[in-house]
């Protein structure tokens, strides 16, 4: 029988102590002018996590330092106007391999994936980049994925296919045992409906994984978010399948709903949150502004793993393209 609860804090420690037993990346915090986003660099170089290069107005980050009374002696500055020029020495830094990792500060989303995305400078794969938050929250019985929430708006068909791989491979490559993820294609409903794109979609996926097409996964859809995370609400409603009641990643209609659902679980639900760019040649933090210390430490323990991972040749996705 699945046990229905499990101790979110345990399972975080778990996961930082996997990361400080890791080697440490050298990581370009990106315009980090906010309390909370530099806050986030210092306490994940305390933990033993990163390296930080701290990229923006230097006067404004240690104007910033200074009200939050953190010690930033230690760790090299770079000085550059504004967020743009932020985001671009960054991404300049990782095509160089200067740094092994991107953390975003207190800049919009766009602007520093504006920079990733540039062809010069050497950050993409073959894949299609998304964005996964790594979930976990006491009324579920294990971690989990939200894909995509940040990156892709409105994905297609094949985008949903790199979105969901990049994920599976993420969950495979830092596992510490073999795993087979189990992914739930989530719409409203779980039944294929023509009027509701969302629900073809899971339909092919799902095939397409049948037919290898979609690889190391077990993939199911459509399904609601009540059959893919509740047993018993699956059974009620008479669905049969491996995936129901034990999702390990949600995959997502669209950055909308996938979005509008991490932030309600992470407000109304109390559930612990970390988040990163994959489907790129170097692990990159992206929380949202709004998001506090932990969170962003959460995430760059998540952005050691990873790293560790291509390191080691057990990412999908770390081929250039």
């Not at 370009?28 to 306490?43: F, I, K, N, R, T």
């Not at 794969?125 to 964005?131: G, K, L, M, N, Y």
């Not at 596992?175 to 989530?186: H, Y």
């Amino acid at each position: 029988m699945v046990k229905m609860h499990f101790d979110t804090v345990k399972v975080a420690a778990g996961l930082m102590a996997r990361a400080r037993a890791k080697k440490t990346i050298r990581t370009a915090v990106v315009h980090p002018c906010s309390p909370d986003a530099l806050q986030g660099a210092v306490e994940s170089a305390e933990l033993g996590l990163i390296d930080p290069v701290l990229i923006g107005p230097e006067a404004k980050i240690r104007e910033t330092a200074e009200k939050a009374g953190l010690d930033i002696r230690a760790f090299d500055r770079i000085d550059v106007p504004y967020s743009h020029a932020a985001a671009q020495l960054s991404a300049e830094l990782a095509r160089d391999g200067k740094v092994q990792a991107l953390m975003k500060g207190s800049l919009h989303t766009d602007e520093l994936m504006i920079e990733v995305l540039k062809k010069e400078n050497g950050l993409r794969t073959e894949r299609r980049i998304s964005h996964v938050f790594a979930m976990a929250d006491d009324s579920y019985h294990k971690p989990f994925y939200i894909t995509d929430a940040a990156i892709n708006i409105a994905p297609d068909l094949m985008t949903k296919r790199d979105i969901l791989q990049n994920a599976v491979d993420f969950l495979i490559g830092i596992s510490e045992e073999p795993v087979v993820p189990k992914v739930a294609v989530l719409s409203a409903v779980e039944t294929v409906n023509p009027a509701m794109q969302s629900t073809v979609d899971a339909a092919c996926l799902s095939k397409m994984a049948d037919r290898g097409q979609i690889q190391r996964a077990m993939v199911d859809g459509p399904l609601a978010f009540d059959n893919a995370m509740s047993l018993a609400a699956a059974r009620t409603k008479g669905i049969a399948s491996p995936v129901a009641g034990d999702a390990d990643i949600l995959l997502m209609p669209d950055l909308e709903s996938g979005n509008m659902l991490a932030k309600q679980l992470i407000l109304l639900s109390g559930a612990v949150s970390a988040g990163l760019v994959l489907g790129a040649r170097l692990p990159i933090i992206l929380t949202s502004r709004a998001d506090g210390a932990a969170s962003r430490t959460g995430s760059a323990a998540l952005a050691v793993l990873m790293a560790d991972a291509q390191a080691n040749g057990r990412l999908g996705f770390a081929r250039q393209g």
